[in-house]
């Protein structure tokens, strides 16, 4: 069964602190992960796409990383801010040979304080 | 034009009345997809519409019944609702067969209370 492990559930941190968010998956076949930023109560939107070949990506701020190996991906966020505040889903879609449909983690709720 | 639009934002029915959520893309996709997100948990799949056919129906209960006009419209009419329905509703698009691989562009939401 495919499934996406998001660790931890919610972690606080100060503004100009940096984090790491871990993500685990046993989709297979891979095809690739995506990070998805959620407000509170709005849609969530893509912050980066990691396929098979990549291992780093950055996008400002975010910098997300992939081990296909391990099947691990974490999510960097460097000097926060206030709107740096959400829930962060990692999402692992299959390539083909396998259901096509996307797989959700729970997703990890960042607090940050000023 | 990377927009997913969805109307209306709020929704207050009672468990008698019929109403419709709205999704609207204009970015040629032709994959589009229902969510059902509840307070802190990951969005649930419960439709997906690929090239306007109905592809896949996670065993939503017959009182949400979706549509799809033409390849830029998605609908989601409500009959009969309990509170327990009573959740974010979202809207997607990818592009491709299915939506195979690819990004999911979201909407903003439909925010539904049942009554």
């Known amino acids: 069964k495919n499934q996406v492990e998001q660790s931890p559930q919610s972690l606080i941190i100060l503004e100009g602190k940096n984090c790491t968010l871990q993500c685990n998956y046993t989709v297979s076949p891979f095809s690739n992960l995506r990070w998805y930023k959620q407000d509170t109560g709005r849609g969530p939107v893509s912050l980066t796409i990691m396929t098979f070949s990549e291992n780093t990506k950055s996008n400002g701020r975010y910098t997300a990383t992939l081990d296909a190996d391990t099947k691990q991906s974490s999510l960097h966020i460097t000097a926060s801010q206030l709107s740096d505040s959400a829930s962060y889903i990692c999402v692992v879609s299959p390539g083909s040979g396998g259901s096509y449909i996307p797989t959700f983690g729970r997703g990890t709720s960042l607090i940050v304080h000023p | 034009d990377t927009e997913v639009t969805q109307t209306p934002k709020h929704l207050v029915m009672g468990m008698t009345n019929k109403k419709s959520l709205k999704c609207e893309q204009h970015?040629?996709?032709?994959?589009m997809y229902w969510y059902k997100q509840k307070a802190k948990k990951p969005p649930e799949l419960m439709f997906v519409y690929s090239y306007e056919k109905l592809s896949i129906n996670e065993s939503v209960p017959s009182r949400f019944s979706p549509e799809c006009p033409n390849s830029s419209l998605l609908n989601l009419h409500l009959h009969a609702l309990q509170p327990e329905d009573s959740a974010l509703y979202l809207c997607a698009s990818s592009q491709g067969p299915e939506g195979l691989g690819g990004e999911l562009f979201f909407g903003e939401g439909s925010r539904l209370t049942v009554l």
């Open positions: 970015m040629g996709h032709r994959a």
